[in-house]
């Protein structure tokens, strides 16, 4: 399923390391414009432990029950989610990444490090630290390695929530998303796209 009508071919592959709302919401943004998409992930997200009254937009929801929707709203739109698999090795730069799990080998041209504290794949790929002991990302959430972005706690000493996380994987992929296309990227749809898609169970 896709709403997004962009003419550009996207034929650029992306590997997204954690799937939690960072991971998934750059896989969603990622694998709904064109990318095709992988995640890998070994469910130990901190939603499990949570229960969101600050996410905007919705009211209260348990944090493993935002997970599950988050999964399907990703799997809906065709992305690759590989749950329970552990990603244990990330090599290349910018020409092309090699990731390792104990089940298979997979390349992509893009890798999102989504693994929530946890910066030992950012340190194996020796991208850049600052001074905190974070990775060093740009406002799109770019490292110093050419084609890898990091993302939620892993680049910030405190601002730890969900609503952040998920603008980290959003923005992360709509910088790969631009870099393919050569001009900034929108993912905009607006109430006809929902009609295309949904018919006649658009909300009113
Ligand atoms: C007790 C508690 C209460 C909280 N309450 C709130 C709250 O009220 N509101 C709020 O906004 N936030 C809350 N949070 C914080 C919120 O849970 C985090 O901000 C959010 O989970 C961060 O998302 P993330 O995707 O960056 O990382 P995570 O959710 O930690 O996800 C990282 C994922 O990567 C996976 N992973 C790690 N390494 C690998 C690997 N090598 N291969 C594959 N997968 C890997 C992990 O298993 C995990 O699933 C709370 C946290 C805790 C602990």
Redesign the pocket.
């Known amino acids: 399923m896709s709403t997004t009508e962009d003419e550009t071919e996207m034929d650029a592959t992306v590997i997204v390391?954690?799937?939690?709302?960072?991971?998934l919401s750059a896989a969603l943004f990622a694998q709904k414009n064109g990318l095709e998409t992988t995640v890998?992930?070994?469910?130990?997200?901190?939603?499990h432990?949570?229960?969101?009254?600050?996410?905007l937009g919705i009211g209260s929801v348990g944090?493993s029950e935002f997970m599950a929707t988050a999964r399907q709203q990703v799997d809906d739109f065709g992305t690759d989610r590989r749950q329970g698999e552990?990603?244990t090795s990330v090599e290349g730069d910018g020409d092309g990444f090699v990731v390792e799990t104990d089940d298979g080998t997979y390349e992509a041209d893009y890798v999102i490090l989504?693994?929530?504290a946890?910066r030992d794949?950012a340190a194996d790929l020796e991208c850049a630290f600052t001074d905190e002991d974070l990775v060093d990302v740009d406002v799109d959430m770019e490292t110093s390695v050419d084609g890898v972005y990091a993302?939620?706690?892993m680049v910030r000493p405190e601002e730890?929530?969900?609503?952040i996380?998920v603008g980290d994987g959003a923005a992360a992929a709509l910088n790969i998303l631009s870099s393919e296309k050569g001009e900034y990227y929108h993912d905009f749809d607006v109430p006809a796209d929902a009609a295309r898609v949904f018919g006649e169970h658009v909300a009113e």
Not at 17 to 23: E, L, M
Not at 40 to 47: A, G, N, R, S
């Open positions: 390391v954690g799937g939690g709302p960072a991971g890998f992930d070994t469910d130990e997200t901190w939603m432990k949570a229960h969101l009254f600050n996410y944090g552990e990603v989504a693994t929530g946890n794949l993302t939620g706690a730890w929530q969900a609503a996380a």
